[in-house]
Structure formats: C-alpha cells, structure tokens
C-alpha cells in the first residue's frame, strides 16, 4: 500500500483521535458541560441521520447499475471498489454517531456525572470519523465525476 492510500484511510481517525483527547484532556476539564450539548446533540443526530440515508441511497444506486459504462470506467480506473467502501464506511459511522447522540438526548447536563466528558470524547471521537470517512467518499465521488468528465 502507498504512504498516499495509508494516509487516506487513516486520517479521518487521527485526527478523531486527536480531537477526541485533546477535548478529554485539556478542554473539558477547564470548562463545565452546558445544558445546550442537548441542541448539538439533536442537530447532530438529524445531520448524521440524513447523512446516512443519503448514503445508503448513493451506496445503493452505484451497486445497483449494471452493465453501465461509467460503472465500468469506475472500476478500471480502480475508484468503483474504493468508494463502494468508503460509502459504506461513511454511513455506519453516521448510523453509530446518530445512536449515540439519541442515548445522548437522554442525559441532562445539570446531573454533573462524572462519566459524562469521556462519554462526549466518545461521541465527538464517532463524529468526526463519521465526518471525515463522509469527506473521504466525497473526495473519491469528485474523483469519479472528473474521470466521467474527461471521457
């Protein structure tokens, strides 16, 4: 595998990872968690909820074409396999984040848990995997469309 396709399939989890811990570690700590996480919460369960209907919609229109000729220009060029994967990816991690953001729906900040800032480095760990695997897919689709447009 090439550094450049390494870096592809990572990034989107590094960088959760990082956001993750630095809002585990340096943020939360320094700043109380306030009753609006329940807006965040239901904005981000709408978006991650549409995301994923969205995607399996995409996910299933390009397995769904047969004998097409953009079908097979995809797969030549090797971008078809790759973004089938990184659709399907997208939209487990959006279904994940919007589970989590529903249990998180059920808890009120003003209950001060002690467990509640990992919970939401979990959650926004989920978030931004689910937003960067959606980007990756994004970029793959642009890609296809250029390969399209260059025929």
């Not at 592809?8 to 009753?35: D, N």
């Not at 209907?53 to 090797?78: D, N």
């Not at 078809?80 to 249990?103: E, G």
Request: charged letters at 15%; glycine letters at 6%.
């Amino acid at each position: 595998m090439s550094r450049g396709k390494a870096v592809q399939k990572v990034w989107p989890y590094a960088l959760a990872i990082l956001l993750a811990m630095l809002y585990g570690l340096i943020w939360s700590p320094r700043h109380p968690i306030t009753a609006s996480i329940r807006d965040v919460m239901s904005a981000s369960s709408r978006a991650a909820s549409s995301l994923f209907g969205f995607l399996l919609t995409s996910g299933s229109i390009l397995v769904g074409i047969k004998g097409s000729w953009y079908k097979q220009r995809a797969k030549e060029a090797g971008v078809y396999l790759s973004l089938i994967r990184n659709i399907f990816a997208a939209m487990w991690w959006s279904l994940v984040t919007t589970v989590l953001s529903i249990i998180g729906l059920s808890y009120d900040a003003s209950w001060k848990l002690s467990w509640y800032p990992y919970a939401l480095s979990l959650w926004l760990f989920c978030a931004v995997v689910a937003l960067g695997t959606t980007v990756r897919a994004l970029r793959i689709f642009a890609r296809l469309f250029v390969l399209i447009a260059e025929e």
